[in-house]
């Protein structure tokens, strides 16, 4: 079965910290995202990478990076969280030509930071 | 550039009746793909159903199905014979099929409650 993993499901971090959110897919997908899900709001795109070093800006990539050094792993980076980070925050990939089938998700990691 | 919208913010249903959730769209483009997912409380999102926009035929997966409406940019979807577990939210999704690497454009997502 193919997987997308978040490396945590409930994370609390303090205001100041720098943050590291982990994804990690199995199916050798080129295309990775990074969501942010908050209510009311629906889900934003923070950032997302099309290959191994490669990293495209969301709508809303203020206050965040990302890192993809290999192709399975994409990592978010909180350089410095502050409390109006505090959300869900999801990870999703897909195949690079294989569009129409859309994405797979990770399970989400709830972020609050204090 | 292209937009989903969502018109709904909530819809309940009784266990074992039918539901149909609205979603409208905005593009000029003529290939492209249309998704429905379903979030449960456990978070994980679950594509439902996806349509091409080139297939007339509209998408169906047991008890969801889809009523495309191309020239009015509508797409909906129907879950028949309702049950339990499937309260959750619903998120309406566009992909470009002239760039199918493109991200996917969503709508703001419609909660469904199921009353037993």
């Known amino acids: 079965d193919v997987k997308v993993t978040q490396s945590s499901r409930y994370l609390v971090k303090r205001t100041g910290e720098k943050v590291f959110l982990e994804c990690v897919q199995d199916?050798?997908?080129?295309?990775m995202f990074w969501y942010r899900q908050d209510p009311g709001l629906g889900l934003r795109l923070i950032y997302f990478?099309?290959?191994?070093?490669?990293?495209e800006k969301g709508d809303i990539p203020e206050g965040y990076s990302v890192s993809r050094e290999k192709k399975e792993r994409f990592s978010l980076i909180l350089e410095s969280a502050s409390t109006n980070q505090t959300s869900m925050y999801l990870c999703a990939s897909d195949k690079r030509g294989l569009g129409g089938y859309g994405y797979t998700f990770g399970s989400g990691t709830r972020l609050t930071v204090v | 550039a292209q937009t989903v919208t969502q018109s709904q913010p909530e819809m309940s249903v009784q266990e074992a009746e039918t539901v149909t959730l609205s979603c409208t769209y905005d593009?000029?483009?003529?290939?492209?793909?249309l998704f429905w997912y379903k979030q449960p409380p456990s978070r994980q999102m679950i594509l439902v159903i996806r349509?091409?926009?080139?297939k007339q035929q509209n998408a169906t997966e047991n008890r969801f199905s889809v009523n495309f409406q191309k020239a009015a940019k509508s797409f909906s979807l129907k879950i028949s014979d309702s049950q339990l577990g499937d309260a959750a939210m619903y998120f309406c999704a566009y992909r470009s099929g002239e760039d199918s690497n493109y991200q996917l454009i969503w709508g703001a997502g419609t909660k469904l409650i199921i009353k037993p």
């Open positions: 990478s099309y290959d191994v070093k490669m990293k």
């Open positions: 593009t000029s483009e003529s290939d492209y793909y």
């Open positions: 349509q091409e926009a080139y």
């Open positions: 199916m050798d997908h080129e295309n």
